[in-house]
């Protein structure tokens, strides 16, 4: 009687020790995805930031060479120059902080999630089940957050466009 009771209790905790490692592989199948989510979309909005940067040097060359072509006075050239290399400078600072600044946020996502899981461990169902959901909506919300963010960014880089094209206005 004993035995069976003894079999029946190892039977049960064998079965919860499966069951509790097939939720953290869940947890961790979830934060690959999130990973790849993060990967593929942080992808994407490196080449957007390459073609802002693109548009900068551009923008900055054309209005560099109108002034050489337009303006006979060595003076008004280097003007133009020096306000075109301060706002191309500017702007391709901008770029440079907005893009290091969305990877490091997204990347903080996936840094974070794999703490919470560490967090939980193997014992606690209801800790991994929450944290699965977190990084489900979480790898749902990726495309949005990088797309909303270059669009920002795209708009603060026009405004930086126009103040280069301005610097042959400015003479």
């Known amino acids: 009687m004993f035995s ?3 079999k029946r209790f190892f ?3 064998l079965l919860l020790q499966v069951c509790k490692a097939d939720l953290a592989d869940d947890a961790e199948a979830a ?9 593929d979309n942080l992808n994407g909005g490196f080449l957007e930031h390459i073609k802002m940067s ?5 923008v900055s060359l054309a209005t560099k060479g109108d002034a050489l072509n337009n ?3 060595p003076k008004v050239v280097n003007d133009i120059v020096d306000c075109v290399n301060k706002q191309a400078e500017e702007a391709v ?12 946020r997204v990347l903080k996502t996936i840094y974070d999630e794999e703490k919470e899981i560490v967090f939980c461990g193997r014992a606690d169902d209801a800790c991994l ?3 699965i959901s977190d990084i ?3 790898t749902e919300a990726v495309p949005t957050v990088v797309h909303e963010e270059i669009e920002i960014d795209r708009k603060a880089v026009e405004e930086e466009v126009v103040a280069i094209k301005a610097c042959a206005d400015k003479v």
């Open 31 to 39: 934060l690959n995805v999130l990973r790849q989510a993060t990967s």
């Open 4 to 6: 069976k009771t003894l």
């Open 54 to 58: 693109v548009e900068v040097d551009t």
């Open 11 to 13: 039977a049960a905790f």
């Open 136 to 138: 489900k909506q979480k």
């Open 71 to 73: 303006h006979q006075s």
């Open 129 to 131: 089940t929450r944290v």
């Open 93 to 104: 600072n901008l770029i440079y902080s907005k893009s290091s600044g969305l990877t490091d």
